[in-house]
């Protein structure tokens, strides 16, 4: 960030931008998040003020420009019936079209450069801006901001976040669209133990999931791995100082690779991997990608925050925007509830998921692990949809399990499993057909639903690299055959109509799944459902669906 900005004037009745006096109050001053959840999360508590002179980072997420322009072309470049088809963004066209204005960058650069703020750094798109100062002056930045330390979380991570919300000049309003940093907790996981099943006479064994299992219930041969080489890859992310250990890995693939070619390494570590003990999630997320997406190239995105004011989920979509080659499929298992969001964060965020789909890019998110979710307002229960597996712009990984758990066999709803509608995004257009066929023809429906779909296709935190995994192996058969990679998948799997899956039609899942109510959420059914999606993937009938454009 540059030191030589000219100084601009403001009319006499304009507020101030306080480049002198930071201080800002009243009229003159607006909050960007005032819905933005700052209760403490469960299991967090907090050790006092942080010390004035401690230093923090902290990202400002600059406004954008052409925004429904960047609609448009997603919709133009994943749709498989526009000739723009396949024919996707660069990293530097997507830059050159959501850059934010001169102007913006010229008032939001000088007024942290009067705060004192230093080493600010930028990404490619020029969105976002880090910036380090001291908590004396990020207080007397972002007016009403209190930063206190925390820990909480399995792995009992540090935090330094504000209880308070801040405010920001009014001169910046249509400048800065949020503050990361300040209120939002490392993201949590959506894994969740089970409980032991309950059935007298039983000795409570079933079938383990292995990598075995997986390629035999979903028909990949010995032959349905990838050919090694460097121009296709996939990515798994991992957050909350979870890691995993390349020496498990190895270990991992000789005890269950040994029926089919893969690699036992990882290829790239994005970020920072720390040498605590393993986390299960990450774990998960790697060797399962690996053995679905078998001898395909894998990047691990490790983005705990280098610093205990970042933000880890906000650090990986930085990450994202500052590369121009990138594996073609990235799966997350993690997620928030949406409802504990801004909708400065939660709208500023779908934005940052349309310019990785502009690019090509396929992400996966878990649908979380709570069933349909449940939030009580003033004694009324709701569903409680997980972001951002609730993006129009994302595919959400959903769950299923084994109807008889002691064998390979058809797949019924994980009770668990999250899904349902959006409380936030309006339906898009891809779905309209599929949901208008399950709300006329569904039975029954539970209360509280919005018919805003969660759009996906079916898994668990387990399934969502799986389902990554047989992606990757797609986009190899594509790649060899010239074509370009399947990019932002859920236009195409919405008008195949569920061609090349397997439907999934018995079973539930939970909603408020807590001491205080046990109900139930959706139900499946022939065809699409907001449970289970289209359905589980059969590979040979997919591969042939989706390898020709």
Known sequence: MTADLQKGRMGPRACLLGLLALSVAGQCSYSPEPDQQRTLPPGWVSLGRADPEEELSLTFALRQQNVDRLSELVQAV????????????????????????????????????????????????????????????????????????????????????????????????????????????????????????????????????????????????????????????QACAQFLEQYFHASDLAEFMRLFGGSFVHQAAVARVVGQQGRGRAGIEASLDVEYLMSAGANISTWVYSSPGRHESQEPFLQWLLLLSNESALPHVHTVSYGDDEDSLSSAYIQRVNVELMKAAARGLTLLFASGDSGAGCWSVSGRHQFRPSFPASSPYVTTVGGTSFQNPFRITNEVVDYISGGGFS???????????????????????????????????????????????????????????????????????????????????????????????????????????????????????????????
């Open 78 to 233: 994943s749709d498989p019936g526009s000739p723009r088809y396949g024919k996707y963004l660069a990293l530097e066209d997507v830059a050159d079209l959501v850059r934010p204005s001169q102007l913006t960058l010229h008032m939001v650069q000088k007024w942290l450069l009067a705060a004192g703020a230093r080493n600010c750094h930028s990404v490619t798109t020029q969105d976002f801006l880090t910036c380090w100062l001291s908590v004396r002056q990020a207080e007397l930045l972002l007016s009403g901001a209190e930063f206190h330390r925390y820990v909480g979380g399995p792995a009992e991570t540090h935090a330094v976040r504000s209880p308070h919300p801040y405010r920001l000049p009014k001169a910046l309003a249509s400048h800065v669209d949020f503050v990361g940093g300040l209120h939002r907790f490392p993201p949590t996981s959506t894994l969740r133990q089970r409980p032991e099943p309950q059935v007298t006479g039983t000795l409570g064994l079933h079938l383990g999931v292995t990598p075995s299992v997986i390629r035999k219930r979903y028909n990949l041969t010995a032959q349905d791995v990838g050919s090694g080489a460097t121009n296709n890859s």
């Open 423 to 549: 409380n936030v995004f309006p339906r898009p257009s891809y779905q309209e057909e599929a949901v208008t066929s399950y709300l006329t023809s569904s039975p029954h429906l539970p209360p509280s639903s919005n018919h805003v779909p969660i759009p996906w296709v079916s898994g668990t935190s387990a399934s969502t690299p799986v389902f990554g995994g047989f992606l990757s192996l797609i986009n190899e058969h594509r790649i060899l055959r010239g074509h370009p990679p399947l990019g932002f998948l859920n236009p195409r799997l919405y008008k195949q109509h569920g061609a090349g899956l397997f439907d999934v039609t018995h079973g539930c899942h939970e909603s408020c799944l807590n001491e205080e109510v046990e109900g139930q959420g959706f139900c499946s059914g022939p065809g699409w459902d907001p449970v289970t999606g289209w359905g589980t993937p059969n590979f040979p009938a997919l591969l042939k669906t989706l390898i020709d454009p």
